[in-house]
Nanobody, 122 residues
């Protein structure tokens, strides 16, 4: 059974950094993405990368602060979050799909991690 296992969330002060990890067990995927969902808000795209195409994509709100490194040998994708702001507080989800195209919409991904809480205090 394929699983996406996330780790690395926690509480951090504004301006700090966190690194989330998402390990795919059972198989590798072509495309990975991170989404987040704050209370009473829709789940939104944060960052994504297609292993074949290579160029990462970022939401405007995180561009310049977040990166999405990938370790192909370990089928693991990361979300490096720097200069965190209180508005980054949310549950962060890893998502994965087959196919090389990267999408920003939730319905294009059929494999999801369990979510990890990130809380940024002011």
């Amino acid at each position: 059974q394929v699983q996406l296992v996330e780790s690395g969330g926690g509480l951090v002060q504004a301006g700090g950094s966190l690194r989330l990890s998402c390990a795919a067990s059972g198989r590798a995927f072509s495309t990975y993405a991170w989404f987040r969902q704050a209370p009473e808000k829709e789940r939104e795209f944060v960052a994504g990368i297609s292993k074949i195409i290579g160029n990462p994509d970022y939401a405007e709100s995180v561009k310049g602060r977040f990166t999405i490194p990938i370790d192909n040998a370990k089928n693991t994708v990361f979300l490096q979050m720097n200069s965190l702001k209180p508005e980054d507080t949310a549950v962060y989800y890893c998502a994965a799909k087959d196919g090389i195209l990267l999408f920003r919409t939730v319905d294009k991904y059929d494999n999801w991690g369990q979510g990890t809480q990130v809380t940024v205090s002011s």
